[in-house]
């Protein structure tokens, strides 16, 4: 059994049943999605790497934007989440963090 840390809705479930629920799942906080019809949830993945520990997460303007305990700022185009398959996204920053700097929460802010 796991747990969700965090939750974006790409439109609102009263409105409409075109959304995606996107979330940071679990102790080693990787990213999963799930539409309606969908029986699971899927993993997804950034340039082929299974990614984890990501710290935050946010919709914005058509695109979800990931951020991990590393600095790296991803992004995933919701339009490209189609099948059932994992989904890819790449990697848009580096924020600079110092070694020695304890990376306690990144956030992402609009």
């Known amino acids: 059994m796991s747990f969700i840390c965090k939750a974006v809705l790409t439109a ?3 409105h409409t049943s075109d959304y995606l629920l996107m979330v940071i799942k679990g102790g080693i ?3 999963s ?3 309606p019809g969908d029986v699971r949830w899927t993993r997804v993945t950034w340039e082929g790497i299974n990614y984890n520990l990501f710290s935050d997460l946010i919709y914005f303007n058509g695109q979800i934007y990931a ?3 590393s ?3 991803l992004v995933c185009d919701v339009a ?3 099948g059932s398959e994992p989904t890819k996204g790449h990697i848009v920053a580096q924020i600079p963090l110092e070694p020695q700097h304890c990376r306690d929460h990144l ?3 609009e």
Do not use: A, C, T
């Open 29 to 31: 906080r990787f990213l």
């Open 80 to 82: 490209d989440v189609v």
């Open 12 to 14: 609102n479930p009263s």
């Open 67 to 69: 951020v991990d305990y």
């Open 33 to 35: 999605f799930w539409r």
């Open 71 to 73: 600095g790296d700022l």
């Open 107 to 109: 956030y992402i802010l």
